[in-house]
């Protein structure tokens, strides 16, 4: 049993204690599938789009996801607060292990809690070919990483939670808006296609869609490519911003 | 000093224009208890900080155990134990599993671990309770599990931040001779701040005394004692710091400090 795996475990166990938090975070997916899903369906359906939810359901499973991850990562801020933080960093332990341990704990949170609105998205109604579910697994875990390591990355920047509704309202919030997890980037403005070409979260959005059997846009192995490559880049920027903390 | 398992020259320690740490240099000895001791804000736990890799220097170099804490952040950390002076532990897990944690991250073999832990568990009084939550736990039992916690694997240097503050007599005691009984079997070298002078008097074998950032005495309890022309530790400290040692105050600021963590969250 090494160090990665504890601080994986750590991250399971407070997850698994804290009933409010998982269910809280379920809220936001819930609205957005009952506004959207049944609000827009029919508007959706009469331009030609076709079913909605089928739609929608990829898009607000990717919510989920990025919710929980940069909320995984930015949670160094209370451990930071509450003293813990310190005593992983005087650990013999790289910190880079340490970084990377936390990181797949909180993604590993954050593909269980993608993996809840998913199995509420079927009771709704949507039908996704079962047979990709390995695949969308695979993509859920993509985004989870990813963000989480995004939050790590700036929660090792910050000293208190002031900053977090910042961080909600001109990251979080745009990054989900303005991926296609809501309407298709398909025939949308020049700009917006643009904007959502430099947002992560939209190969992850398409990656997600397509490998339900939804239509992509572009393209799966694009999707898969890009998403593994800021992966990378934001495992690498998050491990080295947190091993420069100084308490 | 021939072998210093701690060296430290000219350490300074600037936040802006306030200086905490100012140019200090010293030594411990393998195998020495070693108090640092001073009044509040003295600069104590910046100190260890950088000692501990927590906090760059300003300035000045450190070697623990002949690796420098800047340019072998990893070595250095192989080679010493921390109890910090203010809470560490994850209150979401419980008091077995913060052991179990600590364990993992320090390597100690799984056996060992366990045959530890209870030890220690006995020791601070917390066996009973260790599968309750540390949430639940009053400050004495958190700061029991955290010294306990910092003595489940045997460093080459243990740090100790006013490790016994806010116990009562007796568990003080039976921390002191455990942490004793590790220096004399295992070489430990111990470096240690405490408020409680009879306490250091009785189990340092070298003191410093700070002050504003710079060392002001140097020495055995004995050396100090005579130097100051006092009879106990106590009395010394206060005519060579021309101060009085208030730890009440000082646990009074901490409950402080920590309630308002509790409001931040
Ligand atoms: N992060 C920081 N930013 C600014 N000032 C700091 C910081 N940390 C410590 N200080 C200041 O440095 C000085 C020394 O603090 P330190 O915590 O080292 O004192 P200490 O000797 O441990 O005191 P105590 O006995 O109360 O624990 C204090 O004046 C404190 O306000
Ligand atoms: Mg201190």
């Not at chain 1, 969308?136 to 990813?146: E, H, K, N, Q, V």
């Not at chain 2, 700070?210 to 006092?230: N, S, W, Y």
Request: positive net charge; contains cysteine.
């Amino acid at each position: 049993m090494g160090p990665i795996y504890i601080m994986w475990l750590r991250q399971l166990k407070r997850y698994s204690r804290s009933r409010a938090r998982m269910i809280g975070s379920l809220g936001q997916p819930l609205i957005f599938l009952l506004a959207f899903g049944f609000g827009f369906g029919n508007i959706y359906q009469k331009a030609g789009g076709g079913d909605y939810l089928q739609f929608l359901a990829p898009g607000v499973i990717a919510m989920a996801v990025l919710f929980t991850a940069i909320f995984s990562g930015i949670e160094i801020i209370w451990d930071r607060q509450f003293g813990f933080l310190k005593e992983t960093l005087v650990a013999p332990v790289s910190r880079f292990s340490i970084m990377l341990g936390r990181t797949l704990g909180g993604a590993t949170v954050a593909l269980l809690q993608g993996t809840i609105v998913f199995l509420i998205a079927l009771c709704f109604g949507f039908r996704p070919s079962l047979a990709a579910v390995p695949l969308a697994l695979l993509f859920m875990f993509l985004i989870a990483l990813l963000f989480t390591a995004l939050g790590t990355a700036l929660a090792s920047q910050l000293n208190d939670m002031q900053s977090f509704p910042l961080i909600m309202n001109f990251l979080v919030m745009p990054l989900f808006f303005f991926s296609g997890a809501i309407f298709p980037l398909k025939g949308v403005n020049g700009v917006l296609t643009i904007v959502a070409s430099c947002n992560p979260l939209a190969y992850g959005v398409d990656g997600l869609r397509a490998s339900f059997g939804g239509e992509s846009f572009y393209g799966m192995g694009v999707d898969m490519l890009v998403l593994s490559a800021f992966c990378a880049f934001f495992l690498g920027l998050g491990s080295w911003l947190f091993s420069k903390i100084q308490i | 000093m021939k072998n210093a398992i701690i060296e430290v020259k000219k350490l300074t320690k600037k936040f802006g224009d306030f200086t905490a740490v100012n140019d200090i240099s010293f030594s411990v000895a393998k195998g020495e208890i070693f108090g640092f001791l001073g009044p509040n804000g003295a600069g104590k736990t910046t100190s260890i900080k950088m000692l501990t890799t927590l906090l760059k220097p300003t300035s000045g170099t450190i070697l623990l155990d002949g690796h420098n804490t800047v340019s072998a952040q990893d070595d250095v950390r192989a080679s010493f134990g921390i109890v910090f002076q203010d809470q560490s532990l994850d209150d979401e897990l419980t008091a077995a599993e913060n052991m179990e944690f600590h364990g993992v991250l320090y390597k100690v073999p799984a056996a060992l671990r366990k045959q530890r832990t209870e030890e220690l568990l006995k020791i601070v009084e917390l066996w009973d309770r260790r599968n309750d939550l540390v949430k639940q736990f009053s400050g004495g039992m958190k700061r029991r599990l955290e010294i306990a916690r910092g003595l489940l694997h045997h460093p080459k240097i243990l740090f100790l931040d006013e490790p016994t503050v806010g116990l009562d007599p007796q568990t003080r005691n039976h921390i002191w001779n455990y942490i004793l009984d590790l220096n004399k079997k295992e070489g430990v070298t111990v470096f240690f701040t405490t408020h409680y002078m009879e306490e250091a008097d009785r189990v340092a074998s070298q003191v410093t005394i700070v002050d504003h950032g710079k060392i002001i005495a140097q020495g055995t309890p004995k050396e100090l004692k005579k130097k100051a022309k006092a009879k106990t530790l106590e009395d010394a400290f206060i005519k060579l710091t021309g101060k009085k040692l208030r730890d009440e105050d000082a646990s009074d600021l901490e409950s402080l400090r920590n309630q308002k963590k509790m409001w931040r969250r």
